[in-house]
């Protein structure tokens, strides 16, 4: 019983961890701003429930995510001035710290486009006991594949703290879902994205979820593949590569 315990209460920290909210590392000022931003998504974004506003607030939150990524972590980002003024962990928490406001926005922002253009797609012919077990089924399994794949390699590897640092952090992993799928978190794990808009019967959900996911298999391919090579499997065959 404890140790189910134990593991519950793991999981709801994964949960947490990956919507943006990482406990052990919670300040009163990323407090504020995770609980602003929350108040904003439930009480602020309902009065804008438009789908350019909604698309607007998507561009927005997708540079804050995606443009950061590309502007910190390549091999000559700006991680290195952080690290320099910081120190390591300094600048490690900072990063962390901005890029859990992005996720966090970057998520909202996906689900906002579906709610203001619901019922734009031709899900809306097909009867609502069918969509609704497939949008069930497709949630849950991206959420689920998602934090199976952050409970196996860890938080601190889920904010790409090995490629904030340039350095490994941990042991190069291949167990859980690592062992079924090359991808599962950029891949099985962006389905819940799809499920948000098949629930909707939005058209437009779908489309800037497969731009979504097109931009951050992007940054693997041009970033987080040539650090895996540099870091983890320099002397190992290409085919072997596990991305996140």
């Known amino acids: 019983m404890k140790r189910i315990k134990k593991e519950f209460k793991k999981i709801i920290h994964i949960a947490l961890s990956i919507s943006g909210f990482v406990p052990e590392h919670m300040t009163p000022t990323r407090l504020f701003f995770m609980l602003g931003s929350v108040l904003a998504s439930v009480f602020l974004l309902p009065m804008y429930k438009k789908l350019d506003y909604a698309i607007a607030y998507y561009v927005c939150s997708t540079i804050l995510y995606i443009g950061f990524l590309f502007f910190v972590l390549p091999e000559r980002g700006f991680r290195l001035k952080l690290i320099e003024k910081f120190g390591e962990e300094g600048a490690y928490l900072k990063y962390e710290a901005f890029l859990a406001f992005a996720f966090f926005h970057n998520g909202i922002g996906s689900s906002f486009i579906s709610q203001t253009s619901a019922g734009s797609s031709f899900f809306v012919n097909i009867p609502v006991e069918v969509t609704m077990v497939l949008a069930v089924v497709l949630f849950t399994t991206g959420w689920g594949i998602k934090i199976w794949s952050a409970y196996v390699v860890g938080i601190p590897i889920y904010y790409w703290k090995d490629m904030f640092l340039g350095k490994k952090v941990c042991d190069f992993s291949v167990t859980g879902p690592y062992k079924y799928f090359n991808n599962p978190m950029y891949g099985i794990g962006q389905l819940q994205i799809y499920g948000i808009a ?47």
Do not use: C, H
């Not at 959900?205 to 040539?226: R, S, T, W």
């Not at 895996?228 to 190992?236: C, D, E, G, V």
């Open 198 to 244: 098949i629930y909707y019967n939005s058209i437009y959900g779908i489309i800037f979820g497969v731009v979504n996911q097109m931009l951050v298999f992007l940054f693997y391919f041009m970033v987080e593949k040539p650090f895996i090579f540099r870091t983890y499997l320099q002397q190992k065959k290409a085919s072997l590569v596990q991305p996140r």
